[in-house]
């Protein structure tokens, strides 16, 4: 009885806490939103808005993926690798084929993001090992197969996906909203959404539910690597060539914008809206220092700064005993 | 009062007054969110006495070893060491001060040599100008465990030794400060025959250099053996204090229990006759050639002491640890499932012993939790139906009465017992025709043990589900069950019916 009433006591002021936490992200980006507002009149025209969405669409699809890998608990580094080699091989096959090697990027991603899997869930090695493998052997590989140049694109489709518009929105926004409408319906209504949050949360506690937990991680990086094969396509029709050097640094990027949207780097919690959110607060970050005459040095810093306060705000610190 | 009530009784039993208080705490009080551990609990312990802490699961034994230990802050609360405040703030300020304790669970390096787990956190001691003086520390742990009697070579990798072994270089690494106080908790629950011996004999002779001792165990036989004084707790609150010499094994496990438990009576039920499970000669890892049924409606214990293979037969039924060989019969039908997700679907559930561990996902809402396990049920196709899982979520809050405002509520923010709730919640609504508990009270509060209780007799006896419970909780087997198993070794070394069902019977089976 006694608990009852200590308990009915105690939680709403546990509700508003937590709660907040929750919105946080948005809140950050509507403050960051407003901070540029003031500081440049550039900043809320259709033209930059239309800029800042089309630099978040690669960012943002990858960290989809990202995001299920790192709600799982695991971490993803070859994310930036997965989405050049994408790029690299579209643009590669693109010289020959023409547009019809576009799905070649959705392969290539799904393969390596099984393959990766695999390695991790069967093999047992670290995801960060096996990711930084994939990561440095990616690179190696775009540079086979580029030579070291950028493999031009010429096919008009391919340049109109990266330019073109539908009803006033850039095409790749839409593809970018669409892959994120799917992710977020796979997180919150499917049972591999269900199970991946449940291996993130406790593994044992998936296991003892009778989740087949090894499968579940290598769906989960085939998902990713689907995902960043994506997020390559995107990438090599906004910059009309494969470069050897696409995606380097941005699973850095991604990783950021998963944890700034309150993904936490222990899984279990959060999700791909917040993602989102994270990936907004990212771009526009860059955009709006950009506006602002901030250097590209100064940028660097900066954005290392706001992820670090992103995650002192938003976690709960008593409720952590050992952190690694 | 309660001072009165100690101081007295004490003196009355004829123990010598004379020796001075070592260990004093007054009024201790400690709560985790609404839970309250411990409520103004007193204890005194005097020079060369041995104090027994009795009490169930959950009476608040652990909370008072962390908060005599340092590693708990107390809310209210008075300590004095040999007539100094004593006010540890970590562990090693306790060891300043003169209380060691060794743990329940092991706190080992089991990469580093003996000698260095011996003398861990205080390798300073041993070294010049930061360079460790090796041949002063093997001599050093050498001499000391000589002298304790523990046979270990301190040049030798900690994790090559047996598990009692390593336990007793934990009590080595405590004895190595030469502590005023020791606190002792569950530490024969990992040690040998012979390992213990060498404890008890350690007991006395500290003992008799006026070191303070308490101790936790499960084993009641023990207390007797070496302890002079018996302090009851029960749901973090004090009982009582007696000469350990006035009280026998019954009437210590009456106070332990209390009035409480003695008056929850199940009633009176007839079970039907018809099989559920059937096992027979199962052997793996860990236990060897069980034979047990359970019929419907029946409730049926696995009783053991820990470490006795009880867990380990609840976990290979539900398809959770390996077995060798040997036959599983559901309804007369073989079953042969390989997985837990072919048990489940057979229609087995398993409530797991760590509810933190194996139970839940505390940074997920009620609702996902409950959910979790009917995730195959609630499928269609690759997408999951949220009616069916929001109508779960409604019915296993009112079933199990789980206070929180609504299913939406994160895990984390439940008591204890709450989460058990939403635990049992979860593999209950699986629907199974055998249900498997392992320990289903743990680390809940009395009246929520009740609770549980009366759900599980409904359950059984209105759904006819068949309960095979494995427990350390000597009453709850005995109150609770139709029928008991004991287990011993990983055998089953007696099984008891009706009146057969005693402490007496089922201890002499256990051990």
């Known amino acids: ?324 | 009062m309660l001072v009165d009530t100690a101081t007295s009784s004490r003196v009355d039993g004829g123990f010598s007054p004379l020796q001075p208080v070592l260990l004093a705490a007054e009024g201790l009080r400690k709560s985790y969110g609404p839970v309250q551990a411990v409520k103004e609990l007193n204890l005194y312990l005097r020079a060369g006495e041995a104090l027994a802490l009795c009490g169930e699961n959950g009476a608040g034994k652990s909370t008072i070893f962390k908060i005599l230990a340092g590693e708990v802050v107390p809310d209210a609360g008075r300590m004095t060491v040999a007539g100094g405040e004593y006010r540890p703030v970590s562990a090693s300020s306790a060891v300043a001060s003169g209380v060691s304790m060794v743990h329940q669970e092991f706190n080992i390096l089991p990469h580093v040599s003996v000698a260095e787990n011996v003398f861990l956190g205080r390798m300073q001691e041993f070294s010049r100008f930061g360079k460790i003086d090796w041949t002063r520390l093997y001599s050093a742990a050498e001499t000391l465990l000589k002298r304790l009697g523990i046979n270990a070579d301190p040049r030798s990798e900690m994790r090559r030794l047996s598990p009692s072994t390593q336990k007793m270089i934990e009590l080595a690494r405590a004895l190595s400060t030469n502590p005023r106080v020791l606190l002792l908790d569950e530490i024969t629950a990992s040690l040998d025959h012979d390992d213990a011996e060498t404890l008890h004999r350690l007991m006395d002779e500290l003992r008799a250099q006026g070191v303070g001792i308490i101790y936790v165990s499960h084993r009641l036989q023990e207390i007797f053996r070496s302890c002079t004084t018996v302090e009851v707790m029960k749901d973090g609150a004090y009982v009582t204090t007696r000469p350990a010499a006035e009280l026998d094994e019954d009437q210590l496990s009456a106070l332990m229990v209390g009035r409480d438990l003695a008056d929850w009576k199940r009633p009176e039920r007839v079970v039907p006759t018809s099989p559920m499970l059937e096992v027979r000669g199962l052997c793996g890892p860990g236990f060897n050639d069980v034979s047990l049924s359970v019929r419907k409606g029946q409730i049926v214990a696995l009783a053991g002491l820990a470490g006795s293979g009880a867990d380990e037969i609840i976990e290979a039924l539900f398809g959770a640890r390996a077995v060798t060989s040997g036959e599983i019969l559901l309804e007369g039908k073989a079953f042969s499932g390989a997985s837990i997700a072919d048990a489940i679907a057979a229609g087995i559930a398993m409530v797991p012993k760590e509810r933190a561990v194996e139970g839940l996902i505390d940074t997920q809402s009620i609702r996902f939790n409950i959910a979790l396990a009917c995730l195959p049920k609630n499928a269609r196709g690759p997408f999951v139906d949220g009616g069916c899982e929001a109508e779960q979520a409604k019915l296993g809050m009112d079933m199990f009465r789980i206070k929180a405002r609504s299913s939406a509520d994160l895990v984390r923010s439940l008591s204890g017992g709450n989460k058990q709730k939403v635990l049992l919640a979860k593999w209950f609504l699986t629907d199974p025709r055998l249900m498997l508990l392992n320990n289903p009270t743990r680390g809940v509060d009395i009246g929520v043990k009740f609770e549980i209780y009366d759900l599980m007799l409904k359950l059984s006896g209105e759904k006819n589900l068949a309960i095979l419970m494995a427990s350390e909780d000597m009453a709850e087997v005995i109150r609770l069950s139709d029928t008991v198993v004991t287990i011993r070794h990983g055998r089953v070394s007696g099984v008891f019916e009706g009146d057969a069902i005693t402490e007496t019977n089922l201890i002499n089976a256990m051990l």
Not at chain 1, 36 to 58: G, P, Y
């Open chain 1, 1 to 324: 009885m006694s608990q009852n009433t200590t308990t009915s006591g105690a939680t709403p002021a546990a509700l508003s806490i937590e709660s907040l936490r929750t919105y946080f992200p948005l809140l950050v980006l509507v403050i960051v939103c407003i901070g540029f507002a003031i500081f440049s009149d550039q900043f809320f025209s259709i033209r930059n808005l239309e800029t800042v969405l089309r630099q978040t669409a690669v960012l943002s699809i990858a960290a989809m993926g990202a995001t299920f890998v790192i709600l799982m608990a695991s971490i993803d580094l070859s994310v930036g690798a997965v989405v050049g080699l994408s790029a690299v091989i579209v643009a590669y096959f693109m010289q020959s084929i023409g547009i019809v090697a576009v799905p070649s990027g959705l392969l290539v991603g799904a393969v390596l993001g099984t393959v990766v899997g695999t390695v991790y869930a069967k093999l047992k090695v670290p995801s960060f090992i096996a990711t930084l493998g994939l990561m440095v052997a990616g690179h190696g590989l775009m540079l086979h197969i580029t030579q070291g140049r950028p493999i031009m694109i010429r096919d008009e489709t391919m340049r109109w996906i990266g330019s073109g518009t539908i009803a006033g929105i850039p095409a790749i926004v839409l593809i970018a909203l669409v892959a994120f409408a799917i992710a977020y319906f796979v997180q919150h209504h499917t049972v591999l959404g269900r199970s991946i949050v449940a291996v993130g949360g406790g593994e044992v506690v998936a296991q003892r539910s009778g989740i087949k937990v090894e499968r579940i991680k290598i769906t989960t990086f085939a998902l990713a690597g689907l995902y960043s094969g994506l997020g390559g396509i995107v990438l090599a029709s906004r910059m009309g060539a494969g470069s050897p050097t696409a995606g380097s640094g941005l699973e850095l990027d991604v990783i950021a914008a998963v944890v700034i949207g309150g993904t936490p780097l222990t899984g279990g919690m959060g999700g791909v809206a917040g993602t989102m959110i994270g990936a907004l607060i990212i771009a526009i970050l860059s955009n709006g220092l950009n506006l602002a005459g901030v250097s590209s040095y100064s940028q660097l810093i900066i954005k290392g700064l706001v992820l670090i306060a992103a995650v002192i705000i938003s976690i709960d610190r008593k409720k952590i005993g050992i952190i690694k």
